[in-house]
């Protein structure tokens, strides 16, 4: 399990990096307190917590808004920033795909028939019919994702320090 964390914190974003990004600068002063750094169970789980959700809800700056997210609720900030990474090039058409058809579900629409990619104008005159019942199932997923990743995290974190602790003892 040591080798798993070594490995989780080599591929997150160190502070220097984070603070050298133009989008952050005005969150550097924040930034330089080590409570925001420290791997605890809390700071870790909320920053997953974090990322997650805006990562599921919010397509675009998701990494400035976990980074801010996360200095105003006192969570791991690389954490955060590393947890939007869920949504990317290649994992946006499943998510966005099971999202729409959880909201279409969820809000009671029936779900449309196929748009093509191809026709711009099909995409278009369909937008306001998959916006809702899309932001639905994207809210869902997001706020499932998140209590679900924190709940995980902690339960787990938890179990860990009690494992090494009775395995510690004479």
């Known amino acids: 399990m040591s080798a798993l964390i070594q490995r989780l ?14 989008w952050l600068r005005g969150l550097a002063p924040y930034l330089a307190d080590p409570k925001l750094w420290h791997w605890s169970r809390r700071g870790v789980a909320m920053g997953v917590a974090i990322g997650l959700f805006i990562g599921f809800l919010i397509p675009v700056a998701q990494i400035l808004l976990a980074a801010a997210v996360a200095v105003f609720l006192r969570a791991n900030v690389a954490v955060a920033a590393a947890g939007t990474l869920v949504t990317n090039p290649l994992t946006v058409p499943p998510i966005y795909y099971a999202a729409y058809h959880l909201g279409a579900w969820a809000t009671g629409a029936s779900p449309t028939a196929a748009i093509s990619l191809a026709d711009p104008t099909s995409i278009g005159a369909n937008l306001g019919a998959i916006g809702i019942p899309l932001f639905a199932g ?33």
């Open 138 to 170: 994207l809210a869902i997923a997001a706020s499932f994702a998140a209590v679900a990743s924190y709940l995980l995290i902690s339960q787990v974190w938890i179990w860990r320090v009690s494992t090494k602790r009775r395995s510690a003892r004479p």
């Open 9 to 22: 914190r080599a591929l997150v974003p160190s502070r220097e990096q984070l603070a050298a990004n133009p």
